[in-house]
Each structure stands twice: as C-alpha cells, then as structure tokens.
C-alpha cells in the first residue's frame, strides 16, 4: 500500500519562514496606541464676532480639546492633550495691549505676544497643565481694531507639546477659524474712514468734541422715482454714492457750535458720467427732527429704514436751501492732460450738517 506524504520543498520552507519572520516584525513594531491613530481635534471660537474701528475692547478666543460627550463639530474625543495654542492676530488688531490665559480646571497657562510675527503664543506651564480631552483654554486679547470693515480672521492652531518639549504633534481645527467683524468706525472730528468693498471714503470735520460712528452699507435711504421723487430720482438711481453711510453720535459725542461736514469721495467710473449729476438722498430719524428742504423746492417725506420712522429727501445745494444741504461739489483727476485715467478722477461731495445733529443716512 502506498502512503501519500507532503513534500516541502526548499523554496516552500523559505517562504514560510519569511511570511513568520514578517508577522513577527509587525507585531513587534506596532504600540497599542500608535501616534498616526491619535486623535487630535479641538474648536476655536471668539466672542463677541463684531468690533467698530477705532474702538478700544476685548475679544475672548476659546479654544477646547475636543471631549466626550462629542459635541458637534467634534466627531471623537482627542486622545491627546494640548499644549499650546498659536493665534495669528489679523493686522487690523495689532498689536494687542493685552492678551491673558486662563484654562479650565485650574490648569496653568501663560500667553505672550510676537509683534514681529503678529502672533499669541498661550502654553500650559507644565506637562501636567495641559489641555486633556473636553478641557479648554480662553485668550483674553485686548486691542484698537483699524477702521477698515470687514471679516478679520484670528487664524489659530494647536499642538500637543510644550515649545521646547517633544510630541509637538499638530490638532486639527474641527470648527471654522474664529473671526470678527469691523462693522463702521468712531470717528473724532477730522477723522476718515474708507469702504474696502467700493473705495469710497468719508471725512467727518467740525468743532465737536468726542465721536461719531460711521458705517457703510446696510438698509439706506430710497430716493427713487418709485418712492416718489419722479425724475430727479431716475437720476439719482444712477448717480449715487457707491455704498450708502450711515452716521450716529457716539455715547462720548459733544455738540460744537459751528456746522459739520462730511465729505463723500468715490471714484467716478461712469462714462461720460459728470461729477454735478450726483445726487445725495439724506435721512434724518423723525424724532426730534423736521422735515427739510429738498432739491427742486420740495420737502422731505416720511419713509421706514429699518423699522425707525425717517424724513428722506434729495439734498439741495446750500445756495438754495438751509442745512442739511449740499455744500461742494467737485472732481479731482489725476495727472497729467485730458483725457484723464477713469480710475484717477475722484468725485467730492460736501455735506452741511447742523452741530447737534451728527444723524446722516
């Protein structure tokens, strides 16, 4: 009888002991817990997410290792801890006059400030301070945004180890980056102000002592031939200020004795467009005011901006009527002969206002 054995060959052999030597190998090199399947998230948010140009304030960045429960937009709990956090103050916060931390559970922190970089750096002051999962960090950082409006990001990252330490093993951000809006600015008397999106700048002069706010954009007057105002408000759909302004007294505002004026300027890109065709449509809050002259030798008449009752109306010029009116107008153009670059010829607009009154829409 014939019995049938297995054979192996050489070749088998040495694949068998490769295949084992290669298990042997993975399982040596593999930890419990490896460094690329660490989680590593956190959230950063700053309130409050609004600022007025030239205003002094605080803004508080809370930055948080994400825990358990996961709360959205987490979507696991860090298995590492925190320990430091960089934020990159936007230019129109610089340079901060303060700037503290303080962290949860009694954890220690510290904060200093780059002024060449532009950068916070906050840290724990040990190991043990460190931010574990579901902890938190918040930077207090005092600053005088810049008047240029619009969304300035506080670009932020954190790390899991201390500046001079090992494991500096880069988080991911799960929220949006914090941000903040400069919505307007304060302006003192003499002070200017210009609208990033339109180029359009604006200069308030007088003998007031204190402040203005001044912001572009937002629910404006409506000067139209619809609303009323026939064909001296076909041309104003046409020729009007690039971004509406509205202007409001600040608390610290003091009443001079003598008119202010604000000075509208913008770039006069219509072609065959004239700076005299511009039209200002002005509105003043209802309370406390009358309604006054318009262009033409009309009144002004009653409209709704913003829930608040008005008085609206085309401005005159200052020679046919009393303030508010119109008090220059005129364009300036770049070097050189005609025809002029489009892009340098400016138009000016002067508004006459009385001294109390610091409202213009």
Not at 70 to 88: K, Y
Not at 124 to 138: I, W
């Amino acid at each position: 009888m014939s019995v049938l054995r297995p054979l192996l060959s050489g070749r088998g052999r040495l694949v068998f002991v490769t295949t084992a030597l290669l298990l042997i190998a993975a399982l040596v090199a593999a930890p419990s817990v490896s460094n690329a399947a660490a989680v590593k998230q956190f959230t950063a948010g700053i309130t409050p997410d609004t600022a007025t140009g030239g205003v002094s304030g605080e803004w508080i960045e809370r930055v948080k290792n994400c825990g358990t429960p996961v709360l959205a937009p987490c979507t696991a709990a860090s298995t590492i801890a925190i320990g430091q956090v960089r934020i990159t103050v936007p230019a129109e916060f610089r340079d901060p006059f303060s700037f503290i931390a303080s962290a949860s559970n009694e954890n220690n922190w510290t904060a200093s400030y780059n002024s060449g970089t532009g950068v916070i750096v906050a840290q724990a002051v040990t190991g043990n301070d460190k931010l574990n999962s579901g902890e938190f960090v918040d930077i207090a950082i005092g600053a005088i945004p810049e008047c240029i409006s619009g969304p300035k990001e506080f670009r932020t990252t954190a790390v899991g180890g201390l500046p001079n330490g090992p494991n500096n093993q880069t988080f991911s951000i799960i929220s949006s980056q914090p941000s903040v809006t400069i919505a307007g600015c304060q302006l003192a008397s003499g002070g200017s102000v210009t609208d990033p999106a339109t180029g359009q700048t604006e200069t308030i002069d007088g003998d007031f002592t204190g402040h203005v706010n001044v912001t572009f954009g937002g629910a404006g007057p409506d000067c139209s031939s619809e609303a009323g105002f026939g064909d001296l408000g076909a041309q104003w759909e046409v020729y009007h200020l690039p971004s509406p302004v509205t202007i409001t007294p600040a608390d610290d505002f003091v009443p001079g004795v003598e008119d202010k004026i604000s000075t509208s300027e913008f770039d006069q890109d219509i072609f065959g467009g004239d700076s005299s065709w511009y039209l200002i449509c002005f509105a003043v809050p209802q309370e406390d005011h009358t309604a006054f002259e318009t262009r033409g030798g009309g009144t002004a008449i009653a409209q709704t901006i913003g829930g608040i009752p008005h008085f609206v109306g085309i401005l005159a010029s200052c020679a046919d009527a009393p303030t508010p009116c119109v008090s220059e107008q005129f364009l300036t153009t770049g070097p050189g002969a005609p025809p002029w670059s489009p892009g340098a010829n400016r138009v000016n607009i002067s508004i006459r206002m009385e001294p109390g009154d610091p409202h213009k829409r």
